[in-house]
T-cell receptor
Framework: GAVVSQHPSRVICKSGTSVKIECRSLDFQATTMFWYRQFPKKSLMLMATSNEGSKATYEQGVEKDKFLINHASLTLSTLTVTSAHPEDSSFYIC????????????????FGSGTQLSVL | DAKTTQPPSMDCAEGRAANLPCNHSTISGNEYVYWYRQIHSQGPQYIIHGLKNNETNEMASLIITEDRKSSTLILPHATLRDTAVYYCIVSRGYQKVTFGTGTKLQVIP
C-alpha cells in the first residue's frame, strides 16, 4: 500500500517556540492531505484539510494563525505550530489520499505514524 | 458524513474470531463503509471498505446488511497484535474523514 512518512516522530520544545511537522507521500501524489490531533485516550480530531497549491481549510475552532499549514507540492504538506504552549502538547497525525481532484467515491486514506509534541 | 455508533470496548480470546459491529442508519446511497484501526501511539491503519457487498481481504471481512444500516468487521483469528481501537467510518471517498470514538478491542491470551 501507499506510504505516508511523517517527521519527526517525537519533539520536545520550549514554550513560545515554533515546531514544524512534515508529512510526505512517498510513492504517490497526494492532492489532499488532512491534519488531525489526538489527546490521550481520545479519538482523532480533524484540524484542517490541505489541498496542494491552495490555502488550507480549517475546522471550526482551529486557529489558522496558530497552526500554519503549507501544501506546496504534491508530496509534501507541513504543519507548523507557532508560539507553542503546553496546551498544544498532543499527538499530531497527517493523512493523505491517493486521489485526483475529480470525484471518486471509494478512495481510502493513508496515515503517517504521528508526531508526539510535548511543550514544556 | 453519516454518523456511526460502535460499542466502546470488546474482548476477544486469542485465536477466536472478533466481530466488531457498527451502526450507520443514516448512511446515504453513495457513502462507503470504511474500517480503520489504531494501535497505541501509532497512526491509523486502513483495514477494509465496502459499499453494499460483503468484502474480504487478507486482514478482515466486512459484512454489510442489505439495508446498509449496519455492518460488522470480522477478524477471523484474532491475535494479540490485533489489540487496537477500531473505527468505523462512512464517507464518500473524496470527502474529509471524521472519526468517532471507535471500539477498543482487547485480545486476551
Amino acid at each position: 500500500g501507499a506510504v505516508v512518512s511523517q517527521h519527526p516522530s517525537r519533539v520536545i520544545c520550549k514554550s513560545g517556540t515554533s515546531v514544524k511537522i512534515e508529512c510526505r507521500s512517498l510513492d504517490f501524489q497526494a492532492t489532499t492531505m488532512f491534519w488531525y490531533r489526538q489527546f490521550p485516550k481520545k479519538s482523532l480530531m480533524l484540524m484542517a484539510t490541505s489541498n496542494e497549491g491552495s490555502k488550507a481549510t480549517y475546522e471550526q475552532g482551529v486557529e489558522k494563525d496558530k497552526f500554519l499549514i503549507n501544501h506546496a507540492s504534491l508530496t509534501l504538506s507541513t504543519l507548523t505550530v507557532t508560539s507553542a504552549h503546553p496546551e498544544d502538547s498532543s499527538f499530531y497525525i497527517c493523512s493523505a489520499r491517493d486521489l485526483p481532484r475529480q470525484l471518486a467515491s471509494n478512495e481510502k486514506l493513508f496515515f503517517g505514524s504521528g508526531t508526539q509534541l510535548s511543550v514544556l | 458524513d453519516a454518523k456511526t455508533t460502535q460499542p466502546p470496548s470488546m474482548d476477544c480470546a486469542e485465536g477466536r474470531a472478533a466481530n466488531l459491529p457498527c451502526n450507520h442508519s443514516t448512511i446515504s446511497g453513495n457513502e462507503y463503509v470504511y474500517w480503520y484501526r489504531q494501535i497505541h501511539s501509532q497512526g491509523p491503519q486502513y483495514i477494509i471498505h465496502g459499499l453494499k457487498n460483503n468484502e474480504t481481504n487478507e486482514m478482515a471481512s466486512l459484512i454489510i446488511t442489505e439495508d446498509r444500516k449496519s455492518s460488522t468487521l470480522i477478524l477471523p483469528h484474532a491475535t494479540l497484535r490485533d489489540t487496537a481501537v477500531y473505527y468505523c467510518i462512512v464517507s464518500r471517498g473524496y470527502q474529509k474523514v471524521t472519526f468517532g470514538t471507535g471500539t477498543k478491542l482487547q485480545v486476551i491470551p
